[in-house]
C-alpha cells in the first residue's frame, strides 16, 4: 500500500508556471507506474499525464501537450508535474494516482488546487 500527498498547487496568473509534487510514503514509488489527474469545478475527473514505473515512458492529454511535463525520481518517492504557460481551463484540483499507466490507479492523493487567473 502507498501514501500519496501533492503539493505545490496555488494562484497563478495566465501564461505562468507550477510544479507540483507527489510525495509518496509506504510501497516504493518504483513499484508503480504514476499518474496525474485533475477535476474543474462540475466536471469529471480526467488524465492529465502519466509515467511508467522507469520514467521512461510517458503520455499526456492533448490539452496539455506541450505545455506540461511528468517527471519521477524513484530515489525519492516522488513525482512531479510542470506545468508551464497555464490557462484559465487547467483551474482545477490536482490529483496523484499511482497504479495503472494511462489509467486509474488504485491509489490516489487528497489532491492540491491549482486557480489560474486570467
Known amino acids: 500500500q502507498v501514501q500519496l500527498a501533492e503539493s505545490g498547487g496555488g494562484l497563478v496568473q495566465a501564461g505562468g508556471s507550477l510544479i507540483l509534487s507527489c510525495a509518496a510514503s509506504?510501497?516504493?514509488?518504483?513499484?508503480?507506474?504514476m499518474n496525474w489527474f485533475r477535476q474543474a469545478l462540475g466536471k469529471e475527473r480526467e488524465s492529465v499525464a502519466s509515467?511508467?514505473?522507469?520514467?521512461?515512458?510517458?503520455s499526456y492529454a492533448d490539452s496539455v501537450k506541450g505545455r506540461f511535463s511528468i517527471s519521477r525520481d524513484n530515489a525519492k518517492n516522488t513525482v512531479y508535474l510542470q506545468m508551464n504557460s497555464l490557462k484559465p481551463e487547467d483551474t482545477a484540483v490536482y490529483y496523484c494516482?499511482?497504479?495503472?499507466?494511462?489509467?486509474?490507479?488504485?491509489?490516489w492523493g487528497q489532491g492540491t488546487q491549482v486557480t489560474v487567473s486570467s
Open positions: 494516482n499511482a497504479g495503472a499507466f494511462g489509467g486509474r490507479g488504485t491509489y
Open positions: 509506504g510501497r516504493a514509488t518504483s513499484s508503480y507506474a
Open positions: 509515467i511508467s514505473r522507469s520514467g521512461a515512458a510517458t
